[in-house]
């Protein structure tokens, strides 16, 4: 198995441009999150999808982020317009319950 | 609500010495699950263990050990015989058990552990 897999590794862009990060888990796992680490605020949880469906998202910071998972296979999490304080890694994790969590590899974004 | 406290913030030793980082959990929940994460200098977060309230059996894996008190609700986590390769930032985590949670986690602070030569 390939793991969680998240792309891109890095992205730099400027403020106001719209950015999208995307997730493939495991095949088989049942629950997607997308979490965000920063210096300040450490590793928080922004929305978690189960079976595709969106469980939680009242980690989302504001409207100008929005999360997708329109099948088992794929999730994107979106920023439009992007601010240099949305500047993080951003982490994706699938979990079958009861059994594993696994993290990818995260997104380090940067927006100037 | 769920709180995660690693108090040491960092935690520097010379190779070989042990080192012991401390997690306290707070929770309501009679049914959890507690986690401990490495993340190293590259960035990925690596699974190191899960473990059920329901079991506080300590538990050993090669150089690493855990003990898990749900008196004092703690799961402290020991390298013995450090090394340079253990020098990450150690995350602990908890997670509600019921399936309606969701397996989302609540993460400590970290505590960052440098392992000098």
């Known amino acids: 198995d390939a793991g969680v897999i998240q792309s891109p590794r890095h992205e730099v862009t400027e403020m106001g441009q719209e950015v999208t990060l995307r997730c493939k888990p495991i095949?088989?796992?049942?629950?997607l999150f997308w979490y965000r680490q920063t210096m300040m605020r450490g590793l928080e949880l922004l929305i978690y999808f189960n079976n595709n469906v969106p469980i939680d998202d009242s980690g989302m910071p504001e409207d100008r982020f929005s999360a997708k998972m329109p099948n088992a296979s794929f999730s994107t999490l979106k920023i439009q317009p992007s601010e240099p304080r949305d500047s993080a890694v951003y982490f994706c994790a699938s979990s079958f319950w009861g059994n594993g969590y696994t993290f990818g590899s995260g997104t380090r974004l940067t927006v100037v | 609500a769920q709180k995660v406290t690693q108090a040491q913030t960092e935690i520097s030793v010379v190779e070989k010495e042990d080192v012991t980082l401390d997690c306290v959990y707070e929770?309501?929940?009679?049914?959890?699950?507690l986690f401990w994460y490495k993340q190293p200098p590259s960035g990925e977060l690596v699974f190191l263990i899960r473990r059920n309230s329901f079991d506080e059996q300590n538990e050993i894996s090669g150089r690493y050990s855990w003990n898990f008190q749900k008196s004092t609700s703690s799961f402290n986590f020991t390298i013995t015989a450090s090394q340079v390769v253990d020098s990450a930032v150690y995350f602990c985590?908890?997670?509600?058990?019921?399936?309606?949670?969701?397996?989302?986690?609540?993460f400590g602070g970290g505590t960052r552990v440098l392992v000098k030569p």
């Open positions: 095949s088989g796992h049942d629950y």
């Open positions: 929770t309501r929940d009679t049914t959890y699950y």
């Open positions: 985590a908890l997670s509600e058990a019921g399936k309606a949670a969701g397996n989302k986690l609540t």
